[in-house]
């Protein structure tokens, strides 16, 4: 059973729904693989805990608001 694994910050659920969507409907167009066995899993990570460039995405977002 073919497994997709998506990490991201937080989404809500209908962002959820659409991306395991379009994730399975790209691999079953690339792979010819039936979409029934694919296997989607979401990890959300919280925006405390993933950084870019050194900073949290927290303080990304906060810098990203101001301006």
Same mark, same amino acid.
Do not use: C, H, W
């Given at each position: 059973?073919?497994? @997709?694994? /998506? &990490? =991201?910050?937080?989404?809500d +659920? #209908? %962002? #959820?729904q &659409?991306?395991?969507? #379009?994730? =399975?409907e790209v691999a !079953?167009n !690339? =792979?010819g693989i039936? *979409? &029934?066995? /694919?296997f !989607?899993?979401i990890k &959300?990570? #919280?925006?405390?805990? @993933?950084?870019?460039?050194? *900073? %949290? !995405?927290t303080? @990304? +977002?906060s810098?990203?608001s101001?301006?």
């Amino acid at each position: 059973m073919p497994y @997709i694994s /998506f &990490e =991201t910050g937080s989404l809500d +659920k #209908k %962002t #959820k729904q &659409e991306l395991i969507e #379009k994730l =399975t409907e790209v691999a !079953v167009n !690339v =792979t010819g693989i039936p *979409k &029934e066995l /694919f296997f !989607v899993s979401i990890k &959300e990570v #919280k925006d405390d805990n @993933i950084a870019v460039g050194g *900073k %949290t !995405v927290t303080e @990304i +977002k906060s810098a990203l608001s101001r301006n």
